[in-house]
């Protein structure tokens, strides 16, 4: 079990946030997603080492922007 934190850059509403987590959800592997909307924290717990490319490119599908360290 492996778990991985990500900050969302753009969520404003509840609906926000069920598009990423929907999205991330869909990610193989992914067994469990968090999302803050206040924060933007994205909490993502996979079976492997979550590639992070894959979330970046699920939450840009859910149309809000990963927030490179
Ligand atoms: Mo409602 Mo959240 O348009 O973007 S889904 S604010």
């Known amino acids: ?3 991985a934190t990500f900050t969302v850059a753009g969520m404003t509403c509840a609906h926000c946030v069920s598009s990423v987590t ?3 959800s869909e ?12 924060s933007g924290a994205l909490t993502v717990t996979s079976s492997a080492p ?3 490319a894959a979330v970046a490119a699920a939450v840009t599908e859910a149309g809000y922007d990963l927030v490179t360290p």
């Open 50 to 52: 979550i590639d992070p």
């Open 22 to 24: 929907e999205e991330v």
């Open 1 to 3: 079990m492996s778990t």
């Open 27 to 38: 990610i193989a592997g992914v067994g469990g997603v968090e999302v803050d909307l206040d």
